[in-house]
């Protein structure tokens, strides 16, 4: 399992972060998103190094790093406090669910840090200190960007005639997830059955998710490739998001359910490779056909 989650966590913090930072905003992030990879290359480095002081030293660096994106939420919730655009307020869920992605690299670089030194931060196993990296990569960064992305496309893109249902559902998806991520990390804290809670509406958040990117924005597509790569991501979450809940309703219920390690190569490779890194690669070309068609 160790190798499987070490490749998976490089992947978000090496590709996945920086891709994303493209999309949050192309021009306020572009020079972080440039530079990130050089930030960020302390990171995967302390994975493959035992734990202790140089691997402590390499993982508070990434960690750092983390927090400068932290940094960057903070200012970006100020500036629309301050100047609120119209319909793009600090508590619009678009603007929810981006400022969630931004803080969730955070919360992996601090527990990276206490799993590089082998210290059990909050009375928290190693096991699950080290799977808290890739989580809030994965369901926290890259799933709250998603949403967000979805949530402003669906806006500004849904047909008069189906704009309250598909407009509900949106938002209900752009603001569940960052909240379902928020529940599960306060379950770590409470019991496996606040977990559980979370679980499912981070669940519910993602599978609205889903169904918004196979009905409303695959259609849009202009390439094969592109429409392809968004139902792959949108497939492959329900089938993700119900190993998640089997799993959540297992340790709070004592039901027979996945191991860590079958997890791992299941939900967690499910996410990185058939979720996030498909999402992001689809959303990438979407944003550049809209970059080639405006005049």
Known sequence: MTVLVHLIVTLGMLYVIPAGLRLIDPVALRGTARIWPLLAAPGPLCLWLPRGAIATALAALYAAATLYL????????????RRPAAGAGPLAPSETAVLTALLAPSVAGTALVAERSGYRLFGFDLDILALTVPHFHFAGFTAALVAGLVCRATATATAPGAGAGVGALSRWAAYSVPGGTLLVLLGYFVDDWAELAGAVVLTGGMWAVALLTWREVRPGARDRTT???LATSAAVLVATMLLALWWALGEA??????????????????????FALCSLLAWRRLTLDRTETTP
Do not use: D
């Open 70 to 81: 932290a940094a960057r939420a903070a200012a970006r919730l100020l500036r629309s406090v």
């Open 227 to 229: 429409a392809a790569l």
């Open 253 to 274: 219920t004592g039901l027979v359910h996945p191991t860590l390690t079958w997890m791992a190569a299941t939900h967690g490779l499910g996410n990185a490779l058939g």
